[in-house]
């Protein structure tokens, strides 16, 4: 990753041709806001103390155990905004002590006891991807932090075909377990747009969703067992596909994002990988009713395996009609659909999706957009970076909610961030587009861009609280798939409960009772 953008520091990239123009008529006139150069970073100073470095480095070996600046600075924070932002201003006070890469899990469980034992904040980090400040620890009250980079544990444990499941180190990057149960004949089927970057203990942990969810469904859909390292131990949670044994204690784990465990791998159900790959896009009069047509789908248990849909201003924006921006009526809304599996399979698919889609009033538009949609799914956050450059701040955000208050929800929380952007002095452009569907309901994907301003971190802290606000007041999640870090705590108790709350707190007394796992997320 790049010290201070998304990704291969070798993809950098800047706005496509016509974008310019786009800026100047959403935005007005902007200011170009390069980052710094690594030179002008001012990272705090490590302060662990030397016996403690000692003991870490006595566990991993000396060679798995840095205080580099360049190392530190690269395992500070994640990639949100206001992460980005700091980083492009050289603010590095967040910066780790050391970063430490254990090779096992019982090197995990020995770094995890030296730190309980001293009072030092550890941070587990798979591919740094955290979009919610899941990776910023509170040592307030602590005696230093490390990273714990789980990068050496990344092999392919086992893959049973019989079963069809495989057991993956957490440390695992999405291409590489795609890439070793590809030679095998498999495939995960999870690809967020973070893929690239992500690891299979940062899927579990924040109970990732991908780009193909309608079809392979979310990641905490597909863990059948997990092994968490812990002060006390290991522990393996999960004997079976399904047990009545109690409540399942897996779901305390996914999604418990490094305060209650490290993972340390996840044994997950796979598929074969399929032959054929097909996407097409569809248009619609309107974002309603596409979404329409979307829950018919799902209902009627006919899935596509991608399924996603744009409403009309992400629409204008995906098709480069700058003059639409805007504008509902600007040439509807367009979905994509996409189809995995054997031709004979994905035919059967195409002709029972189209069915329904045509009598929902859709109108096919042919696979080349479906093509462009596919080529250039992990492209996104290399553009936020060239929009940073020239000035423009953008963010995301994410909920989910039944289908009965969809409409609702995308009301609420449209009102509520073009309210209080413009009270920052800027008109926001909002686009917004669903890309998880459930029988029940669906989720809202929304990203906000406006003017950057000198203070693009305090711009962009009232939008963020109005539109958590929105989300809770109107019956949404506060998160569907980003999970909650530190951003997302403040409207956690309200969403969990009172008993919820002192549920999260005592499985955090019981497993992790110094309090130096990840302090400060999560837990209300």
């Not at 500070?76 to 970063?99: E, I, N, Q, W």
Request: net charge negative; glycine share 10%; proline share 5%.
């Amino acid at each position: 990753m790049h010290w201070s953008r998304w990704g291969d520091p070798d993809h950098t990239t800047t706005l496509p041709a016509g974008a310019t123009d786009l800026m100047a008529l959403a935005f007005g006139e902007i200011t170009p806001r390069p980052a710094v150069p690594l030179a002008a970073v001012v990272a705090r100073l490590p302060t662990l103390a030397p016996d403690v470095a000692d003991r870490l480095a006595a566990v991993v070996g000396a060679d798995h155990l840095t205080t580099d600046l360049s190392d530190r600075v690269h395992h500070t924070r994640g990639k949100s905004t206001p992460d980005l932002l700091a980083a492009r201003s050289g603010d590095f006070s967040d910066a780790p002590d050391a970063v430490v890469r254990p090779g096992n899990d019982e090197e995990v469980v020995a770094v995890l006891q030296v730190c309980a034992a001293h009072g030092v904040a550890v941070v587990p980090y798979g591919g740094g991807t955290s979009v919610v400040g899941g990776l910023v620890a509170d040592r307030a009250e602590l005696h230093g932090l490390v990273s714990l980079d789980l990068c050496r544990l990344d092999a392919l444990v086992d893959l049973d075909e019989v079963s069809r499941t495989a057991t993956l180190q957490a440390g695992m990057l999405g291409p590489q377990a795609e890439t070793l149960l590809g030679e095998r004949g498999y495939t995960l089927g999870h690809f967020p747009q973070s893929f690239e970057f992500a690891s299979i203990g940062g899927f579990a942990a924040t109970r990732s969703s991908g780009q193909s969810s309608s079809g392979y469904g979310r990641f905490d859909s597909m863990v059948v067992s997990v092994t968490v390292a812990t002060a006390r131990g290991l522990w393996s949670v999960g004997a079976a596909p399904a047990s009545a044994a109690g409540p399942d204690l897996r779901q305390l784990v996914l999604g418990s994002e490094g305060a209650l465990g490290v993972i340390t791998d996840v044994t997950v159900m796979v598929r074969p990988v399929p032959a054929e790959k097909v996407y097409e896009t569809w248009r619609w009069e309107s974002f309603e009713a596409g979404a329409q047509a979307m829950r018919t789908l799902v209902q009627d248990d006919l899935n596509p395996t991608v399924l996603r849909l744009s409403d009309e201003t992400e629409t204008s924006i995906n098709l480069s009609d700058p003059s639409a921006i805007g504008l509902s009526d600007a040439g509807g809304a367009q979905m994509v659909c996409g189809y995995e599996g054997s031709a004979d399979r994905v035919a059967r698919m195409r002709a029972e999706v189209a069915a329904t889609l045509r009598a929902a009033g859709g109108q096919l538009a042919g696979e080349d957009g479906g093509a462009a949609w596919s080529d250039g799914r992990f492209a996104a956050p290399y553009l936020r970076d060239a929009l940073l450059d020239e000035g423009v701040l953008v963010e995301t955000l994410e909920t989910a909610t039944v289908w009965s208050n969809l409409r609702h929800l995308y009301d609420e929380v449209l009102a509520a961030v073009t309210s209080a952007a413009t009270r920052q002095g800027t008109d926001p452009l909002i686009l917004c587009h669903i890309s998880h569907v459930y029988r029940a309901g669906a989720s809202l994907y929304f990203t906000v861009a406006m003017r950057e301003s000198d203070d693009g971190i305090r711009q962009w802290a009232p939008v963020k609280r109005a539109a958590g606000d929105a989300i809770r007041a109107a019956g949404g999640t506060i998160t569907h798939h980003h999970a909650v870090g530190r951003d997302h705590k403040p409207w956690l108790a309200d969403e969990i409960g009172v008993p919820g709350v002192a549920v999260l707190r005592a499985a955090k007394q019981a497993l992790d009772p110094e309090g130096v796992l990840n302090p400060g997320v999560l837990v209300p």
